[in-house]
């Protein structure tokens, strides 16, 4: 398996634009994560999904903030419209949250980081 | 809500010393995990910890989960520069359907 893969692995927008950052999980995990790192605020959850389903999206800063998951092998995650304040490297992860917490082990992508000018 | 507080932030040592990192919280988790992060990467996991009271060791790492199964530290013995970089805890909580959060991390350099 390839792993978690993310795309774009950059972006560049300017103030305003509408980003839409996208992941593929690894095949047969029923978890999937997204998370926003910073400096300031370290490694932070926005929204997960458990077999397709978002779970808790409290984590997601704003309304201009919207995440989906159409189907097992693809999520994305929507800003729009995009600010300067949401320049981050975002994450995504996918884990298979079995009957037994030793087997939860979260695989992460390579990130998108996101500047907004 | 639930966090992850971990300490100290920042830490630069020189090789050959041993280091602890900690990990605290005022909730329960279902389990404890320690992950590490290289520049321009994602986190990888280490190890995960789920017994009250449990101990694992990885080489010269010494993982622990507290008794009340709230905290977890992280010992580093004899640290080597290959050991530098980022290290998280994250915390799972198994009946919100697998929430996984993680701590602010501590920034490890140690200097030949």
């Known amino acids: 398996d390839a792993g978690v893969i993310q795309s774009p692995r950059h972006e560049v927008t300017e103030m305003g634009q509408e980003v839409t950052l996208r992941c593929k999980p690894i095949?047969?995990?029923?978890?999937l994560f997204w998370y926003r790192q910073t400096m300031m605020r370290g490694l932070e959850l926005l929204i997960y999904f458990n077999n397709n389903v978002p779970i808790d999206d409290s984590g997601m800063p704003e309304d201009r903030f919207s995440a989906k998951m159409p189907n097992a092998s693809f999520s994305t995650l929507k800003i729009q419209p995009s600010e300067p304040r949401d320049s981050a490297v975002y994450f995504c992860a996918s884990s298979l949250i079995g009957r037994l917490p030793m087997n939860t082990e979260a695989f992460f992508g390579q990130g998108t980081r996101l500047t907004v000018v | 809500t639930q966090l992850l507080e971990q300490s100290p932030q920042f830490l630069s040592i020189q090789e050959g010393e041993n280091l602890t990192v900690y990990c605290n919280s005022s909730s329960v988790f279902s389990s404890l995990q320690w992950y590490r992060q290289e520049p321009g990467e994602g986190p990888v996991l280490l190890v995960t910890v789920v017994t009250g009271g449990e101990v694992k060791k990885l080489k010269r790492l010494t993982f622990q989960f507290g008794d009340a199964r709230k905290d977890s530290s992280l010992h580093i013995t004899a640290a080597q520069p290959g050991d530098t970089g980022l290290y998280l805890c994250a915390g799972l909580t198994y009946n919100q359907g697998g929430k996984l959060i993680f701590g602010q991390g501590t920034e490890l350099s140690v200097k030949p």
């Open positions: 095949s047969g995990h029923n978890s």
